[in-house]
Structures are given as C-alpha cells and as structure tokens.
C-alpha cells in the first residue's frame, strides 16, 4: 500500500468566485492533460490518490492552500471539462457532494456498458469505499462528499471526505485501486485528517485481532487505536508562515523567475521574455506535472504561484494565472501535433528548479516577498474572493481572518 500521510484541514465554509473557478478548471485540465501527454492515464490516478500531492495541485490553481473546499471546488472544476472529452482522454469524473455522490454507481455503469467493464465491480467498489470510510474508520466526521474517478481501462481512484462540525475540521481519504487487495484489511493510499486525533481504524492491518472481536469492542474501549500514518498538518489559520514551506525550493524558483537565469539557457529559448510572475507560476505548475512524490510535503509553497483566493500569501494575479494557462495549452496542443518543444521545456524548468535548490539555506525572505507582491496586487488589479484589491483596505481585512475565524492573532 502507497501510504501518503495525513493532512489537518480547517473547514472552510463560502462560494468561490467566478472568475477563479473558471480558471481553476481551465489550468487543471491543462495539468492533468500533461501529465496524461508525459505519464498515462495511470500516473494520473496515482497522484489523484496522493494526498499531498492533491493540496499542493489545488494551491497551485489559487484555492486557499489549506482549505477543505478545494475537493469539490477543483474536482467539479475538471469534472464539468474532462468529462466532454473522456472519449479522448479516457478519464471520467464521478461523484461530487450530496446527490452528486448518490448517482455514481448509476453512471459507472453507463460507462462501464459503454466501455464493456466490470460494472458490478465497479459499482461495489465505490460503495465499498464510502461504507469503510463513514463506517469502519470512526474518527468522528461524516462523510458529505465522494468522487470516483475512472479511466476507460478499468483502473480508478476515489476520493472521499468528511466533516466534523464541532471541531471544525475535514478528513480526506484516498483510494487507488492498484493498492486494494482487500476492502477489509488497509485499502487506502493515503488519508488526510487532523494528525493528532485518535482513530479507530477497523481496516488497518494491525487491526486483524479487533476485527475478529467486534463484539468485545461494543463493550469496552479498544486497546488499539491507530494514529495515521505520517503526520503533517495543515493549521487552523490563513496566514503562510516559514515553517509551512521548504524556503530552498521556493529560493529557487524565485532565483529562476527574478534573476532571470533563464535567459543563458538556450535550450529553454521558449521561455525567454515570460514575465517572473507567470514564470514563477510556470516552474510551480511544472512541478505538479514532472515532480516526484517527495516534493509536495508542504502544499503551501505552492500558493505562492498564482497567489490565494483569500488574500493569503497574496492576492491572485490573473495576467499570470491566464499567461500560464495559455502556455500550458499550448504545450498540451502542439504535443498533440508532434511538436513536444514546450513540453519538453516546462519538464527542463522543473529540473532547473530543483537543482537550483543546491545553493544553500536561503535568508529569511518571506516577508519581504509576502509585502511585495501584495504591493503589485494593489497596483495590477489583484483579486481576491471580494473582487479586486482596494489598496490600504483589502489587506486589513484579510489581516482579521485568524481572530474572526479561529480567535487567534495572525502570530499565534
């Protein structure tokens, strides 16, 4: 079994912009063709099933890097897209929060008639997944969203999450079904959750013995209680702070976007003139395409792509957002037509990137960058979730976010 972790998530309540989910859809389509273009559809799977890696795809896109919302706001996002051209790609997306979620198993087996799989398979194993999630895992939250993602080849990923409205919190749990050998016995890749709760686990390996025992366990308190598997976890504020990213790695792809390196890279000529904003967006983006799954441990560096709908680190800068989305379209389409140059080049921008991150601990900047770029957003026509930047009042506003939601300063 793949485990990628657990991920704490404050549960954020609220509409997301137009202006950001029609965006939202148009660069995550474009990420996960290239990954399809680069991988296959399998890999794509696979990082779906990474939790880690999922936070870090929506943060990239400028949903809020800690926020529960990101599930279905990213996945209604490729799932109103994808699901046009799944006769092309071969990905659909199923599911989505309430009645959404009820008629999965009536649309995998449309698809499954369709494509002539398994559907009773199919079928049972997406309500297997919800039925272990709200049931034999009890850790407190309810489950009020589930997706089932299928490729045309049988393989599938799904995700799930759940609620818990006293602590405010949200746990996701993910699924791919490569690593199912038993529904019974530790089907998950991964589940992000609040680390430090304690969890009744009735699927894990070690819980053989409780399984066996159930009815002693309705009648005293179990003996063994799982914790989750790797613990990382995402705080109950907004702000982006020093210990939640990996300063060598956003060094260095500042270090690319504003020293502007690039330029003596001849082989990456295609990338030469792109403003450091949309390449910095560039080299995030890149990374959720080619990078390994030991870079995406901390999601929120990941936010300082394209900037946050809630303000935090910074506004949305949507000159870059759309530069970089239209340059991943193009790598995508001119792929399609043998001409894999730009492809190739956003896969040498992420190589860059990483073996720039060899120069040594940086010096602590992040401030500094936090306060520049909401200086440019007051001055370019950034956005946030209440629409463009008001310079001198959008950020004082944003600045009560950690009191109004969490009775907590912004330095706690």
Do not use: C
Not at 54 to 62: C, H, K, L, P, R
């Amino acid at each position: 079994m793949i485990s990628a972790g657990t991920i704490g998530m404050p549960l954020h309540f609220g509409k997301v912009p137009n202006f950001l989910s029609e965006r939202m859809g148009r660069m995550g389509d474009a990420i996960i063709e290239s990954i399809l273009d680069n991988y296959g559809k399998s890999e794509v799977l696979t990082r779906m099933s990474d939790p880690n890696w999922f936070q870090a795809f929506g943060a990239v896109t400028g949903m809020h890097w800690n926020s529960s919302g990101v599930t279905a706001v990213l996945l209604g996002a490729l799932k109103r897209r994808m699901n046009k051209k799944a006769h092309e790609t071969g990905l659909y997306i199923l599911g989505g929060k309430g009645k959404a979620g009820y008629s999965t198993e009536k649309h995998i087996g449309r698809i499954a008639e369709t494509l002539s799989l398994p559907g009773p398979e199919l079928s049972k194993s997406s309500r297997l997944t919800k039925r272990v999630d709200n049931n034999a895992v009890q850790d407190g939250f309810d489950l009020y969203q589930s997706y089932f993602i299928l490729s045309d080849e049988g393989e599938w990923a799904a995700m799930t999450q759940g609620m818990n409205k006293k602590t405010r919190r949200a746990r996701r749990y993910h699924w791919h079904s490569p690593t199912v050998r038993s529904f019974g016995s530790e089907p998950h890749s991964g589940i992000m959750g609040l680390e430090d709760q304690k969890v009744l686990n009735l699927v894990d390996r070690e819980a053989e013995t409780l399984r066996n025992n159930m009815v002693e366990l309705t009648q005293e308190k179990p003996a063994e209680i799982v914790k989750a598997i790797r613990g990382s976890d995402l705080p109950d504020r907004h702000d982006v702070r020093k210990e939640d990213i990996n300063m060598s790695r956003l060094a260095s792809v500042l270090d690319l976007a504003y020293n502007r390196d690039i330029e003596n890279f001849e082989e990456l000529v295609d990338l030469h003139g792109v403003g450091p904003r949309t390449l910095k967006a560039l080299a995030m983006a890149s990374e959720v395409i080619h990078g390994d799954a030991t870079r995406f441990d901390d999601p929120a560096r990941f936010s300082f792509a394209v900037g946050g709908k809630d303000g935090r680190p910074h506004p949305i800068d949507t000159k870059a957002y759309d530069e970089t989305v239209e340059m991943l379209q193009a790598s995508v389409d001119k792929s399609r037509m043998g001409d894999r140059d730009k492809s190739s080049a956003l896969k040498r921008l992420h190589k860059m990137a990483v073996n720039g991150e060899t120069k040594g601990s940086p010096i602590d900047f992040l401030q500094d960058l936090i306060d520049q770029e909401w200086n440019h957003a007051e001055s370019s026509d950034g956005k946030t979730f209440m629409g463009n930047v008001v310079k001198g009042l959008t950020r004082k506003i944003m600045d009560t976010q950690n009191p109004v939601l969490y009775g907590k300063k912004d330095n706690d």
